[in-house]
């Protein structure tokens, strides 16, 4: 914010699913809207909070689904948005959940109204909606077969309201992700970047995955990246449309659904909240003005 801007204070919840960690903002009531250089002081592991994103809560009104509960924006740690965001989204279906009161709820995202509901025992589940297949919706730069990309090792792409690049590969632990993320996550091929996944098979309804994150780097769970792996993995008969994916963080359980019940896929795991705070007014006051 610029210097004379009496910033009023800003109220944030710190949240993980799996250690992959969030703000979680509430603006459906007003106050200050995230932007890029908010996003980038807060996500800062040093000078500000530090997060994988942050999610922030909107009316699914200002989203075009004034009957959904909330709509949500995703912010990466270096100010870009996402259209998806598994693990935050099942973060703030818990929040919605306890707020309503209800079995179920919807949130509206860059990719669509998605469901949430807690399971019986315990884990949240979010309804992520189909995945794209198609080389335009992911986005790629050119048309290529989206099974097997034109790079070595051949990857899967798929959108699952953001781009995943997926590697089948012997042993996901062998892989040195912070060598190889980077230089996926920026190739040419993928106009919007991409996230960046290696799995590995464990059993047929087991995989090992371990995640570049775009805009984020390595992270110790992808909520998105874990349905783009399965419906990877179902797309190339290395598995069935059901699996457990195993993060760095602990597993989510995946099942992609047929068609005839909507062909979205289901993602389900814990989610944590660790503290709320306030932000200092300092804090926002001392933001550089936006470019
Ligand atoms: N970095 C991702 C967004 C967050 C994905 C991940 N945290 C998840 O749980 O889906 C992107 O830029 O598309």
Redesign the pocket.
Known sequence: MAKDASSAPLRFRKMH?LG?D?VVIDARAGGPRVTPSLARALGDRHRGVGF??LAEIVTGAELGDPEADAGLI?W?ADG???????????CVASLLLAETGRGAVAIRTEHGRLTGRLREDGLIEVNMGAPALDWASVPLAREVDTLALPLPGAPAAVS?????CVFVVEDAEAVDLTARGPEIERHPLFPQ???VEFISLIAPDRLRLR?W????GV?L???????AAVVAAARLGVTGRRAVVELDGGALEIEWLPEDQGGGVLMAGPVATVFEAELSPAFLDALPAEA
């Open positions: 699913g992959n969030f994988d994103q995703f990466n870009s948005t996402a259209g998806a965001c598994g693990n935050a989204t099942r699952m309201g953001n781009p995943h970047r991409t996230n995640v994150e775009r805009g984020a992270t769970a992808c909520g998105s990246g874990a349905c």
